[in-house]
């Protein structure tokens, strides 16, 4: 793993920088006060909506103008303590996993986002999605940031109330990195083991349909039935429907 990182992280940022200068948007996302320009994985550290610029350190929430994308210009700085992980914006608010928990900012102002509320849980590491009220989060055993606790989950939390976020669910998993969501089906990166499909026809209680055992998986990006997966292999990309069918399309070998 410690080999694979360099590469995933490098291949995600510069997946996600070819998604956002592309601005590949669609007619079926959510509408939203700052729209997300382009897309990114869920354990991304940076995030576009509209003319700003979201970069997450281990410490902070960085804020940058970018609508003189030549002269990037720092609007603010949150100060976050240690531990800040991910950020995953949603229609007006930002999502951000870190290892003690969930940040929710209210971010109806883009250029000054305001903490709105924290949800805590057991130290771990938490990529985390969002679609309709609510959140994803996937917790990972036998790291840094959790290494007193030995069981990985999968835990949603309604986000219905962005100032009183709630846990309805959770259950365990194997090996949990990223996640992706779209429609009806959750998509959870499960390193060697694999990608997972569940089915969230109820939000609250995804239901297992498969593990992908042929794609070692560390991260994903969904896009209404197209998704790119990243892990030890390279990044690829594949066409998926309702029915559960998963076309391969492209690879780029990482060496």
């Known amino acids: 793993m410690k080999k694979i990182a360099p590469f995933l992280f490098a291949g995600l940022a510069i997946l996600g920088l070819v998604l956002i200068l592309t601005g ?13 320009t382009g897309s990114g994985g869920s354990m991304a550290r940076f995030a576009i909506t509209g003319n700003t610029l979201y970069i997450v350190t281990k410490q902070s929430l960085e804020v940058y103008d970018i ?26 608010n930002l999502y951000i996993g870190a290892m003690d928990g969930m940040y929710i ?4 102002d883009p250029r000054n986002p305001v903490l709105e509320s924290k949800f805590q849980h057991i130290q771990s590491c938490d990529p985390v999605v969002v679609q ?3 959140a994803y989060v996937t917790l990972r055993s036998g790291v840094t940031c959790r290494v007193q606790n030995s069981v990985s989950s999968l835990d949603v939390v309604d ?16 090996s949990p990195y990223g996640l992706g969501v779209s429609g009806n089906r959750l998509f959870v990166c499960e390193g060697s083991v694999g990608l997972t499909v569940l089915d969230i026809t109820d939000p609250t209680k995804p239901v297992f349909k498969e593990t992908m055992g042929d ?37 780029i070998p990482v060496l």
């Not at 948007?25 to 509408?31: A, C, F, L, M, T």
């Not at 986000?159 to 194997?174: G, I």
């Open 24 to 36: 590949c948007e669609d007619g079926g996302n959510d509408s939203a006060l700052n729209p997300q």
């Open 159 to 174: 986000v219905s109330d962005p100032a009183a976020p709630k846990m309805v669910h959770t259950q365990r998993m194997t």
């Open 105 to 108: 900012f209210n971010n109806t």
């Open 215 to 251: 794609l070692p998986a560390y991260d994903i990006i969904v896009r209404n039935k197209h998704m790119i997966v990243t892990g030890g292999k390279g990044l690829f990309q594949y066409k998926h429907d309702n029915a559960d069918n998963i076309e391969f399309l492209s690879k």
């Open 132 to 134: 309709g009220k609510y």
């Open 67 to 92: 609508e003189n994308g030549a002269n990037p210009v720092k609007a603010v700085k949150k100060d976050m303590g240690v531990g800040i992980e991910t950020i995953f914006p949603y229609r007006d």
